[in-house]
């Protein structure tokens, strides 16, 4: 397993979510109480993209990544990804 750690400030009171893309995606969606439609809006992201990342058909793009990070860094969420080697 590969691990990629994100931070997104030195504050101690953040918020941090471990998983896969497809767990943090879910739990970042859980925890703002959204439909798959109206997150994949607030992120910028077509439903049918984040259904398929939810799922774990896909993964993000880099681009896609980034914005996922500029969300999670807007929200205080400290995210950190754990891929296997599949991934």
């Given amino acids: 397993r590969s691990i990629v750690r ?3 400030s030195m504050d101690s009171s953040n918020e941090k ?3 896969t893309y497809s767990q943090i995606i879910k739990q970042l969606r859980g925890k703002a ?3 798959q439609e109206k997150f994949a809006s607030e992120i910028g992201f077509c439903p049918a993209t984040l259904n ?3 799922k ?3 993964s ?3 681009l896609s990544k980034q914005l996922l990070q500029s969300y999670c860094d ?3 969420i400290t995210i950190e990804i754990t891929e296997d ?3």
Avoid: A, C, V, Y
Wanted: no cysteine; aromatic share 12%.
């Fill in 6 to 8: 994100r931070r997104n």
């Fill in 17 to 19: 979510i471990q998983g």
């Fill in 33 to 35: 109480f959204l439909s």
């Fill in 52 to 54: 398929r990342w939810e």
């Fill in 56 to 58: 774990g058909t896909k």
């Fill in 60 to 62: 993000p793009s880099f």
């Fill in 74 to 76: 807007k929200h205080n």
């Fill in 85 to 87: 080697d599949n991934g």
